[in-house]
């Protein structure tokens, strides 16, 4: 791989990082505030936030990945949307 390319590697390899740090503090920062103040409203936030970060990696697993060819080709970062999908899991087979 060339130079370039892993430049360009870890630069989206950086931005995804970076995503996922802000992602988190969010998170957090809305669990500490249900913790301090436990009412309906930071309850509320505190349910967004983590929809939020299921709905993130969901991205993550599906298209999030930077995707670098090896053979010269153009360097690209998927981006899908996910639908989100109903509470509770899929039985397998089914």
Known sequence: MSARMEAIRRRAEVEILELCADQQERLAEAKQAFDADPSPET???KKQAMAE???FRAWLRSAGRPVISDGGGDAVVQSQTVEERPAGRARRGA
């Open 43 to 45: 309850l509320a936030a």
């Open 53 to 55: 970060m299921r709905s």
